[in-house]
């Protein structure tokens, strides 16, 4: 998603009031906590549908590079407070940062920071959106996504880009509506592989909201449970899977990461991140932003 957003453009993603009240400095953007061998990553702005922003990204990073290196947690689970799993990029709350510098991680990019136009976009985005989710792919141990309400365009790269396995309430609802603004898809560019080809083009062609239950059918969640079993059922599923051998489960994972990488995962997302920022820039120059004017107001008027 895009960088040039200010951060009073749009409304919040959960739909309440914008009072114009940044994050409390007190609520960490992400919570962690371990119970015996399974460690809980929880997104933590309810306030705004536990949007993204760069706060948010780099304390994900720390979260899961903690779970990575402690060997008491076998299994991770994100989630999400409130009552949305991630409505995605902050694209207008109070708390949107993405004119701010962090220290990167992902690729060797140059600072966002000062740099004009397309170069700052491919830069930042490099880092934060496609970088950031191909290293947590790489986390060697299972990853299981916990999610209710919406999990909508950067949630969805959360969902398919850092977990092995989707356990759903019956409220939870996918969607990429991003081609109202003139791009192709969200950053992390798994839709093909995330569900059958002509599916993914109706998803993305229309915008429309893909229910839990008809993503379990096309594949591309696990499990389906009534909203007040989501937590008891994903940690039941966790818990079995972290009885399985460490090494064994690291191994695993890997073999499947990378059969999906050789049927074209890796390089097919390299192509279409490049005509995402093809994107931007055209409507950089023939619209009144990098999002073709589009902001989440519009996006949620859509839906409606």
Known sequence: MPDDRRPDDGSPDD???DDGSPDDPDDAPVLYERRGPVAYVTMNRPRYRNAQNSAMTYALDDAFYRAAE?????VVVLAGAGEHFSAGHDIGTPGRDAHLPFERRAGLWWDHTGRPGAESRFARESEVYL???RRWRDLPKPV???VHGACVAGGLMLAWGVCDLIVASEDAFFADPVVRMGIPGVEYFAH???MPPRIAKEFLYTG???????AYEVGMVNRVVEAAELGAETERL???IAGMPAFGLALTKRAVNQAEDLQGLHTGMDSVFGL???AHAHNAETAADSLGGVNMAALKEANT
């Open 208 to 214: 429309d909201r893909m229910p839990a239950r008809r």
């Open 238 to 240: 966790a818990l079995r």
């Open 144 to 146: 299981i996504a916990s």
């Open 70 to 74: 402690d060997p008491e947690v076998r």
């Open 15 to 17: 739909g309440s009031p």
């Open 276 to 278: 995402h920022h093809l």
């Open 192 to 194: 093909p592989w995330a």
């Open 131 to 133: 970088g950031m989710c």
